[in-house]
């Protein structure tokens, strides 16, 4: 049996996440310029969706209508076995966008380190580029150089540009969370840090010890 795939499409009749390829093909078919892209999993496309076709759409060359590939051709630092001296977040949401929270643990014992919200009205991505920042700050504040693990491919690549790219509206409902996005990525311009920032090998390890466990 052929494993579930899942189809963003970014510009087309009605973009969105679709299940099947002849759900997305009406989407994109005859449409000019149309561009979508297939992912394995449901949390990259929806991950993939909220960032925009301007970070996946494309790479390595592919051209407008390629409707495959994987979900990033950017490199991912990642490590081969799990350093435990190191602080894993996760984000739980109810809703992409909704209410928002997300924490810290220790990633040997599974002890929560740090927590935060819930904030009204944000998304996954946004969560886990915060709980980076915030495991960032909280390392420096000790003098630790500890690594930092997060599942989420976007926020890493947020926190190492500095900059957040999502298509969450600036409106008075999501003023909560953009006025702590905006400070986060201050927080990155002005204060270098050591801390290797990972990606969590979710298939390799299991679920981030930071998990919610709202799948």
Known sequence: MSKQKFYVVWVG????????????????????DAKYKSFGSKKEAEEAYEAGWRLHWGQGGAKSGSGGGKASTLSMESSAEIDYDSISVDVGTRGNPGPVEYKGVDTRTGQVIFEYGP??????????FLAIVHALAYLQQKGSTMTVYS???????????K???????????TKEIWELIDRAEQWLRTHPYKNKVLKWQTDKWGEI???????
Do not use: H
């Not at 599942?151 to 540009?161: E, F, P, T």
């Not at 010890?209 to 799948?215: C, E, M, T, V, W």
């Open 13 to 32: 009749r009605q973009p969105g996440i679709y299940t099947s390829w002849p759900e997305c093909q009406k989407q994109v078919i005859q449409f000019d």
């Open 119 to 128: 904030v009204k009205k944000g998304t996954n991505n946004l969560g886990e």
């Open 151 to 161: 599942d989420s491919v976007n926020a890493i690549k947020w926190v190492k540009q």
């Open 163 to 173: 900059k957040v790219s999502t298509t969450l509206a600036r409106d008075e409902s």
């Open 209 to 215: 010890k930071a998990d919610y466990g709202r799948k």
